[in-house]
């Protein structure tokens, strides 16, 4: 199974900081990892395909970057709607696998 | 506007078998993954399996014993099946879609709004 692992884990972050979470996988994914964006109770929130794909509606304050093995989610200026738990995923291999989580709260 | 719904019993016991249902509106269901994910209370998210356009199924090996995910297209739905359920399987269970592009898979860009399962005896 490809493993994947977050950075950091959690952070601590004001509103209109410019914040970058890493996504590192085990083996060579290619472009196929997405970012997922979940709040307390609620279903995750997709925002990211291939990479660095926004989905539609999704703010353009995200983006996404990387290939291989190692990838970033970048929220270019926190808003107070952005504090959530994020989960990166690969879809390149089964079995999908999903990492850890990043917990953004605010500082 | 696509929407997931799904549904299914709420409280097990043990060595009970788990089924939850997802109805697709608004879109069609060819053409897409059809997937079921899960979530511990508390921890992150865990994928289950899925089903594809033609039928192919996969499945995470660690469910794979007790896992039956299928598809009927007449009504436009997908089920999940889990099999001698323990404590442990308790969770909130997500159903999912993921389109196919040509030949290639995306991610997830449709969600259920989630179904919380809950073990005990």
């Known amino acids: 199974d490809i493993q994947l692992t977050q950075s950091p884990s959690s952070l601590s972050a004001s509103v209109g900081d410019r914040v970058t979470i890493t996504c590192r996988a085990s083996q060579d994914i290619d472009i196929y990892l997405a970012w997922f964006q979940q709040k307390p109770g609620k279903a995750p929130k997709s925002l990211i395909y291939a990479a660095s794909s926004l989905h539609s509606g999704v703010p353009s304050n995200f983006s996404g970057n990387g290939y291989g093995t190692d990838f970033t989610l970048t929220i270019r200026s926190l808003q107070p709607e952005d504090f959530a738990t994020y989960y990166c995923?690969?879809?390149?291999?089964?079995?999908?696998?999903f990492g850890p989580g990043t917990r953004v709260d605010i500082k | 506007q696509v929407q997931l719904q799904q549904w299914g019993a709420g409280l097990l016991k043990p060595s009970e078998t788990l089924s939850l249902t997802c109805t697709v509106y608004g879109g069609s269901f060819s053409g897409y993954y059809w997937s079921w994910v899960r979530q511990p209370p508390g921890k992150g998210l865990e994928w289950i399996g899925e089903?594809?356009?033609?039928?192919?199924?996969y499945y995470s090996p660690s469910l794979k014993s007790r896992v039956t995910v299928s598809a009927d297209t007449s009504k436009n739905q997908f089920s999940l099946k889990l099999i001698s359920v323990t404590a442990a399987d308790t969770a909130v269970y997500y159903c999912?879609?993921?389109?196919?592009?040509?030949?290639?898979?995306?991610?997830?860009?449709?969600w259920g709004q989630g179904t919380l399962v809950t073990v005990s005896s």
């Open positions: 089903i594809n356009h033609s039928g192919s199924t």
């Open positions: 995923q690969q879809y390149n291999t089964y079995p999908l696998t």
């Open positions: 999912a879609r993921a389109p196919l592009v040509g030949s290639t898979r995306r991610s997830y860009d449709y």
